[in-house]
């Protein structure tokens, strides 16, 4: 059975810090493209940051470089994402997701996890 879980969210003040972690379970992590997204009230889920099986070349959306930073343990089966500088526009649920293909930033990825709530307080 396959199982993203996310755990690390919560809430901080503007200009704090959280690191997300993702532990994978049911699927050989190793080889498989995982993805961070998040969904704020009202608005669509969107892309924040991937990477691919290998770890190289990591990719963010423009509202996040610089601040949030993706990796990925292969031995752990986890993925991790460092959110620094926080600000009140990152409040959001954030996904996990992972995928058997090449690493992309539109949502269609094949497992999903439940999401956990990043609160950022102004």
């Known amino acids: 059975q396959v199982q993203l879980v996310e755990s690390g969210g919560g809430l901080v003040q503007t200009g704090g810090s959280l690191r997300l972690s993702c532990a994978a379970s049911?699927?050989?992590?190793?080889?498989?493209?995982m993805g961070w997204f998040r969904q704020a009230p009202g608005k669509e889920r969107e892309f924040v940051a991937g990477?691919?099986?290998?770890?190289?070349?990591?990719s963010y959306a423009d509202s996040v470089k610089g601040r949030f930073t993706i990796s990925r343990d292969n031995a752990k089966n986890t993925v991790y994402l460092r959110m620094n500088s926080l600000i009140p526009e990152d409040t959001a649920h954030y996904y996990c997701a992972a995928d058997p293909r090449q690493l992309r930033v539109t949502d269609d990825y094949h497992y999903w996890g439940q999401g956990t709530q990043v609160t950022v307080s102004s």
């Open positions: 049911g699927f050989t992590f190793s080889t498989y493209s």
């Open positions: 990477i691919g099986w290998r770890s190289g070349f990591p």
